[in-house]
Nanobody, 127 residues
């Protein structure tokens, strides 16, 4: 059974940092792009950041650029999202997702391009 399990969410104050982790099991994702999405109440799920299978290419949504960093450890089948200088508008449920393309040079950033999803972890930033 393929599983993506997120952890590291919580309640923090504006300006604080959090590090989210996404551990995969049941299947290796070392050759596939991975991404973090988030969904705030009443809003569409949106991409936050994406990373290529090798870690060599990354994408960030404009509002998180220079504050968030996506990385992966393929030996651990795990992807991370380091979030610094958090703002109240970052409050959302954060989801980890995996695409199934094999060692592609294309980095997908749309929700429909991702096949496997975690259950999400809540991040709440108070002002």
């Amino acid at each position: 059974q393929v599983q993506l399990v997120e952890s590291g969410g919580g309640l923090v104050q504006a300006g604080d940092s959090l590090r989210l982790s996404c551990a995969a099991s049941g299947r290796s994702f070392t050759n596939n792009p991975m991404a973090w999405f988030r969904q705030a109440p009443g809003k569409e799920r949106e991409v936050v950041a994406a990373v290529s299978w090798s870690g060599g290419s990354t994408y960030y949504q404009g509002s998180v650029k220079d504050r968030f960093t996506i990385s992966r450890d393929n030996a651990k089948n795990t992807v991370y999202l380091q979030m610094n200088s958090l703002k109240p508008e970052d409050t959302a449920v954060y989801y980890c997702a995996s695409n199934t393309s094999f060692r592609s040079s294309y980095l997908p950033i749309h929700r429909s391009e991702y096949t496997y999803w975690g259950q999400g972890t809540q991040v709440t930033v108070s002002s």
